[in-house]
Every structure is written in structure tokens, then in C-alpha cells.
């Protein structure tokens, strides 16, 4: 069955992509509680954040249950440096990046953020690296569509959606109008995935 997006609701989602690369300020050295306690935070844990800026309530309002986070990521741990994979599009970048926490997680790209925790098996958390570490996700461009279909263009809660199926997981979609879409909360409000922390910062 095809994906039949409303032009409305599409136009709604690529400003909000515009959004999600613009409200990226840039490598921050501001520490939080994750940056000192690297070792709890694991390959595969899904990060997401209340991003900062004038549309952040707009991508809130796409989740549909709880409407909460704006972006999302998935964290990779190599040797206790922690990295979030994250696709964006904008004017110099078009597809996967790849921050260091501190950058993603910074104050001042957010007002909270919180990581949830897939219950993977040995074997799904081999399959969840391989799969973030795949050299072909470079190539891959922002879905400024919204196409589910597509696999070489991505949103990013797109993204984190279908390594969660080649993994073995089956978050629900959302959808609005006959528009099926990733919303941020479809990540974590299910019987799969648990709260490792939360973390809010003070304005």
C-alpha cells in the first residue's frame, strides 16, 4: 500500500525539517550528566530532545499521544566517546550527522532531552551496529517527502524507525488524515523501549 501524504501536512513537515537543521548551533564543550557517566549510555539507546527555537512546538505537536520531543538520534559507543547519529537537512548539510553528545545534548540546542533503551538481544545489538556503522548511510539524503517507501531518503525519525525494524522491532506509526508518518513518540511509547533518563535544564 502506498503512503499518500496530505500537501498541507507535507509542507507543515519540511519547514519543520528546515527547523531541525537550522536550530544547530554548533560543537558545544558544556558538560551535562551523560558526558561525565558515558559508560551507563549504550550503542542503540535512542536520544531524544526538546529542541529550542520558534517551531520546536509545531514538530511537538506531530506526536500525536505525548508531545513532548521535537528530534531524535541514536547513540553510538565507541570506547566511552559517545556519538548521535541523526539525519537533518539544511543549506550545507543534506543527510546523516554525526555529533558528539555533548553537541547534540547541549543546552543550548534544548530544554530536555531523554534517552530510551530498546530491549535488545546479543544478537540485535550486533545487528543495531552494523547497521549504524553501514558506510552506505552517508550516501543517504533527507526525505523532505515524508515517503515512507523510500529508503534512500530519510527523516529522522524515519531513520531510526526502520533500523528498529531491520532489527526486530515494530514501533506503531502515526497518522494523520491517511498520511502515515514516524512521529518522535511513536520511538519510545511502546512495550519495547525504556526510560534510562531524563534530563531538564534550567532557563
Known amino acids: 500500500m502506498r503512503f499518500k501524504p496530505v500537501p498541507f501536512f507535507c509542507i507543515a513537515l519540511i519547514t519543520l525539517s528546515l527547523f531541525c537543521f537550522n536550530s544547530s548551533i554548533g560543537e558545544s564543550e558544556i558538560e551535562h550528566p551523560f558526558v561525565k557517566s558515558a559508560v551507563k549510555l549504550q550503542t542503540g539507546d535512542l536520544i531524544l530532545r526538546e529542541s529550542r527555537g520558534i517551531l520546536a512546538s509545531l514538530f511537538r505537536s506531530m506526536s500525536l499521544h505525548e508531545k513532548k520531543y521535537s528530534h531524535a538520534g541514536i547513540i553510538l559507543n565507541s570506547h566511552d566517546s559517545l556519538y548521535v547519529y541523526h539525519f537533518l537537512d539544511g543549506v550545507d548539510h543534506n543527510g546523516l550527522i554525526i555529533d558528539n553528545i555533548s553537541t547534540f545534548a547541549s543546552s543550548l540546542e534544548c530544554n530536555s532531552y531523554a534517552v530510551y533503551r530498546p530491549e535488545y538481544t546479543a544478537e540485535q545489538k550486533k545487528i543495531v551496529t552494523g547497521l549504524l556503522r553501514n558506510p552506505s548511510n552517508k550516501n543517504k539524503k533527507f526525505d523532505n517527502n515524508f515517503n515512507l517507501e523510500s529508503d534512500n531518503q530519510l527523516y529522522c525519525t524515519e531513520w531510526i524507525y526502520k533500523l528498529l525494524v531491520e532489527t526486530g522491532f515494530h514501533p506503531a506509526l502515526s497518522i494523520v488524515d491517511g498520511f502515515s508518518y514516524v512521529a518522535p513518540d511513536n520511538l ?16
Open 188 to 203: 519510545y511509547l511502546n512495550n519495547f523501549v525504556k526510560k534510562v533518563s531524563y534530563v531538564e535544564y534550567k532557563n
